[in-house]
């Protein structure tokens, strides 16, 4: 097929119509094809992108009616209430002219200036009168005669024209020079050869039920042009961090995890006590801990109560303790969860011991009182994890974590010592972010000290755990430099979010 | 978590610096970073003996293999007045003390400031900010000998205040001195505050606030020091007295030992260290590794311990070995993590997600196929939010954010994000599940607050019919038989909003947004919501 027939077929309705007049300008297009300007520049651009024309842009100053210049033009000039009323009264005092023309001050002003100017007029002892035979006064002012014209374009006025359009600028909003955009054309070859046809190709614009039913082979539809762009759409979506939620959800539950639940508002004593965390220790003040302004907590799981309170006193006779005298009421005080591991100490006091070996993991935002910038915020994302086992070691305990995050896209684990006060030995866990060649802390994690077991589970035995932020994670997987963007919800960003595969 | 910044020069003089030993003492478990002047390693709270840079030198040379085992420290006799005498009277304020006394130092301007900083940061750590335990320094040859540690009407303390012109009480040093208010919290209430006197009758300091600045203050030209430790815990007293005496010894002072003369006589400090079985089976079993008898003689006292057949000697300076546990991490420790080699073991058990979180799942993705964007809020929301929804909320204690209260629905954090994000393309349809907060009023929870798990879907531009729409679906779908009832809601139009129930309960409810609440939050597109809760 030769180009010039295959672009008849793609010829959209609105091409085919202005073809047969494309070798006029465009004012004639739009009247001879009795489309509007607006679609008639719209076909051109479609065939411009069709190789059939060229469009090209000028500026062009064209002199148009100013506000004032609008109503004069549709009333008159107000030194022509002046000059009539001059026409009846031969001479007349100022006050007395102003009062008669109804004219404002300011028009009043300038109508006297400009008939002086012209010497229409002449002002003698306080008096004006008429300076030219009345006769005169029927013809039209060169100002008047320029106003009737407007608007047209700066470039058609003579010399005399813009000699009064310079006058006609001194004065408020009576005429104002706008530029114009004026688009025109030149046709190419393949236009040359197009232009001026009458297109009278039957081609099927839209599959109708109807097409359908009357389809022959004969039939033709117009060719679209598929580069040609399409208005944006937006669609439902999940959150980008929810995303990486669930991926990191769906990782434990492959690696025969179940999931723990709980609340985030907790007593100190799952929190803290009942992980050993002594009543003084710093991570307890309100500096760092959001206290809820709620009457104490009640702790009715009464059966570790008493063990937790040994292990903190007196170690239980399997360790030294922490030598205090434990506070049952500072326990009580409620809390932000700052881990998800108030969650572990939950699920292993509520463990029997045809329960094991158990493995369970959750997901849960966490907080802290803290101030928020870039890197900080007082909420984040936790991964917990416990492994609860007789005969799991401090080697496992590394091996499950390196296989979680090897599956979350980070094969490159190291481990550090580390402290927590309730677990021993502690581990510090990093990852090596493969872009940006640097390790990223992710947390900590180790096995539950026998102080904590002993007291919650009533033996000692290994429990694997961790609790890592997940922040670090989400910011990485989806590319994010600022915390706060995370949690910024700008509606616009959530849209636009790459889905994580 | 203590920062510790160690001077470079002096820290080159143990160790060659490079990378490669920055690596190594973050496998000692203390993360270190080279800075131009000095090595910056942040310690943990259980090694407060690792503060001082003798301490952490000592420990490190074991680790490296150099110098292992316990280091002894020899403490001389009494001399004559060595003596503290207790008073009953601090039995109250401040019970414990434990004193020494080091000579023959040489104190250059430079060493001051080092053991100004061991002490600041013994108090910001060990000491829980003077509160647990303080420690004192003072010129030997200022005082004279015995001293007594006596509470004494806050009135009848006088003396001139470390830095301070002009003599002030104990009560006007906590009401007056910079150091005074700062930490006045730790003797106010008390009728009597403590303060050690020297035989001459002058105050050497009132702890834990300030020393004397003629009794209490050491100079270049100090050679002989008292050093004491007050506090309400005397086991962690003796270690800090321990780690200190050490430090002083290995900058040369000969260290003297001093009699207590309390409900009981005692002798400070006593550096027997203390002994400890430890059972190689435990060790394996624990860490997962099959270490050898030999692999223990050779590991221990690289962590500065002292083993010999299943029993070790501890390092009395160490404050943290509750339990065999301890010992097996410096194992590990000494064996070194990177040696470590991560296995999975064959645990078998069934994955299984939540309840909450499937449902929560199969809901989000039903709501997208409306349209709609997931958003997701923070659980705090600002006191101007709470009074103008007029919601009834919980607020937390002392927030350093505008986030004081805990979000009672999901309404707020909703309108919080259309006010955000009034420059963007509507319409905007959004949904969020998460957890919102309300007083127990039928104290069935320990924690006096209700937790339950909303969902809402807004959306904006949008009207009842939409949101009834949407409602409906969900309804059909879920299969979930609710009920609506007309009846005003709070913030939404009356007319054009109603309650849900299910089973005869209030569970939510939906409708159009008020104009007024729109106006303000500066929303000026009409917003139709549905808030449900789910369980």
């Known amino acids: 097929m030769d180009k010039k027939s295959d672009i008849i077929e793609r010829l959209s309705p609105l091409e085919r119509k202005i073809i047969p007049f494309l070798h006029h300008p465009i004012e004639k297009i739009v009247k001879d094809s009795e489309l509007d300007e607006t679609s008639v520049i719209k076909a051109l651009r479609f065939l411009e992108s069709k190789g059939v024309l060229s469009l090209s842009t000028a500026v062009k100053k064209k002199v148009i009616l100013g506000t004032n210049g609008i109503y004069y033009k549709k009333n008159h000039l107000p030194e022509r209430n002046l000059l009539h009323l001059l026409e009846t009264h031969n001479h007349l005092s100022f006050d007395e002219a102003k009062k008669m023309s109804k004219l404002s001050d300011n028009e009043f002003k300038v109508s006297l200036g400009a008939l002086k100017n012209k010497r229409f007029i002449v002002i003698a002892n306080g008096k004006i009168s008429l300076n030219i035979p009345k006769e005169e006064l029927v013809k039209k002012t060169p100002e008047e005669q320029l106003l009737e014209e407007l608007p047209m374009p700066l470039e058609n006025l003579n010399k005399e024209q813009r000699e009064i359009l310079e006058v006609l600028k001194q004065r408020k909003d009576l005429v104002e020079i706008a530029e114009e955009n004026t688009v025109s054309f030149k046709l190419t070859s393949l236009g040359d050869q197009l232009a001026g046809k009458e297109i009278t190709l039957n081609l099927i614009e839209e599959i109708t039920p109807e097409v359908i039913k009357t389809w022959s082979k004969n039939k033709k539809v117009r060719k679209y042009d598929i580069d040609a762009s399409v208005p944006r759409i937006y669609a439902g979506k999940r959150h980008f961090v929810n995303q990486t939620l669930e991926r990191a959800r769906k990782i434990w539950v492959e690696m025969g995890f179940k999931e723990m639940e709980g609340n985030i508002a907790e007593t100190s004593f799952w929190v803290f006590d009942a992980l050993f965390t002594p009543q003084d220790h710093p991570a307890r003040e309100m500096q760092d801990t959001f206290f809820i302004k709620v009457p104490p907590g009640k702790i009715k799981d009464r059966e570790h109560l008493k063990p937790v309170k040994e292990s903190h006193e007196n170690g239980m006779g399997i360790s030294k303790g922490w030598q205090y005298s434990w506070n049952e009421d500072i326990a009580k005080r409620v809390v932000l969860r700052t881990h998800t591991t108030s969650l572990s100490a939950r699920t292993i006091a509520s463990l029997k011991e045809n329960d094991l070996p158990a493995k369970f993991f959750a997901i849960g935002k966490c907080f802290r009182n803290e101030t928020v910038d870039w890197n900080h915020a007082f909420e984040f994302y936790q991964t917990e994890g416990i492994v609860v086992d007789k005969n799991v070691t401090f080697v496992n305990l590394l091996g499950y974590l390196q296989v979680f995050y090897k599956k979350m896209g980070f094969d490159k684990i190291r481990f550090r010592p580390s402290f927590f006060a309730y677990t021993e030995p502690s581990v510090e866990i990093d990852v090596f972010h493969p872009a940006r060649k640097e390790w990223i802390e992710l947390g900590g994690a180790g096995i539950f000290r026998p102080e904590v077991t002993l007291a919650l589970l009533g033996k000692v035995t290994p429990v694997l755990a961790w609790g890592q932020g997940l922040d670090r994670i989400i910011r990485d997987v989806h590319k994010i430099k600022d915390i706060r963007e995370m949690y910024s919800n700008d509606i616009q960003d959530i849209r636009d979010k790459k889905v994580s595969i | 978590m203590a920062n510790i910044q160690f001077n470079r020069k002096e820290f080159e003089k143990h160790f060659k610096v490079d990378e490669k030993l920055i690596e190594k003492i973050s496998l000692f478990g203390t993360p270190a970073s080279l800075k131009e002047d000095y090595v910056e390693v942040e310690l943990f709270p259980n090694r407060p003996d690792l503060i001082p840079l003798q301490g952490f030198v000592r420990a490190f040379k074991a680790f490296l293999g150099k110098e292992t085992g316990i280091r002894e420290y020899k403490i001389n006799k009494p001399e004559k007045n060595y003596k503290v005498r207790i008073s009953p009277s601090v039995k109250q304020v401040r019970p414990f003390t434990a004193c020494a006394i080091v000579k023959n130092m040489t104190f250059t301007d430079e060493r001051i400031k080092e053991i100004i900083n061991v002490q600041e940061k013994m108090h910001a750590t060990l000491g829980r900010n003077r509160k647990k335990l303080a420690i004192g320094i003072y010129p030997l040859d200022k ?10 009407d806050p009135e009848k303390i006088k003396f001139i205040p470390l830095g301070g012109e002009k003599e002030m009480n104990g009560r006007e040093i906590l009401e007056n001195h910079p150091t005074g208010k700062q930490y006045s919290s730790l003797l106010a209430g008390h009728q009597k505050f403590p303060v050690f006197v020297d035989a001459g009758s002058k105050v050497l300091s009132m702890p834990p606030i300030i020393n004397s600045h003629e009794t209490g203050r050491i100079t270049e030209s100090t050679r002989d020091v008292f050093i004491e430790c007050s506090g309400f815990d005397n086991e962690s007293l003796q270690k800090a007295l321990k780690i200190l005496i050490t430090m002083f010894s290995d900058m040369g002072g000969k260290v003297y030992a001093m009699e207590l003369e309390g409900e009981k006589k005692e002798l400070v400090p006593d550096m027997t260290s203390e002994k400890m079985k430890i059972s190689l089976e435990d060790v394996n079993k624990l860490l997962g590794l099959s270490l050898k008898e030999k692999d223990l003689e050779k590991l221990l006292p690289r962590m500065e311990y002292e083993y010999k057949q299943g029993t070790l000697r501890i390092p009395p300076w160490r404050t943290d070995i509750l339990h065999q546990v301890d010992i097996i991490e410096d194992i590990a420790i000494a064996y070194g993590y990177e040696k470590l080699v991560p296995q999975v073991p064959n645990v078998s058990t069934f994955g299984e997600e939540s309840k909450k979180a499937m449902k929560n799942s199969i809901l989000a993705g ?83 607050i209700q937790e339950k798990e909303n969902m809402i879907v807004a959306i904006s531009p949008g009207n009842f019919t939409e949101i009834k729409q949407i409602h409906d679906y969900l309804s059909r779908v879920l299969g979930i038989e609710y009920e609506i009832e007309e009846e005003s809601v709070p913030n939404l139009l009356e007319g054009r909003s109603a309650i849900i129930k299910k089973d005869r309960k209030n569970v939510g409810y939906l409708g159009e947004v008020h104009p007024e609440t729109l106006q303000e939050w500066k929303i000026k597109m009409p917003i139709a919501v549905l808030e449900i809760a789910m369980d």
Not at chain 2, 143 to 152: F, G, Q
Not at chain 2, 386 to 409: F, Q
């Open chain 2, 143 to 152: 005082i004279s000998l015995p001293i007594s540690y006596e509470a004494r």
């Open chain 2, 366 to 448: 039903t709501l997208i196929g409306l349209n709609l964007l997931e958003t997701t809020s923070f659980h705090l929301i600002k006191q101007d939010e709470v009074k103008n929804m007029k919601a009834e909320s919980i607020e937390l204690e002392d927030s350093k954010t505008d986030y004081k209260y805990l979000r009672p629905n999901l309404l707020i954090p909703a309108l919080r994000i259309f006010a955000e994000n009034k420059d963007h393309e509507y319409p905007q349809r959004i949904f969020e599940i998460g957890t919102v907060f309300s007083s127990d009023k039928k104290h069935l929870t320990e924690t006096g």
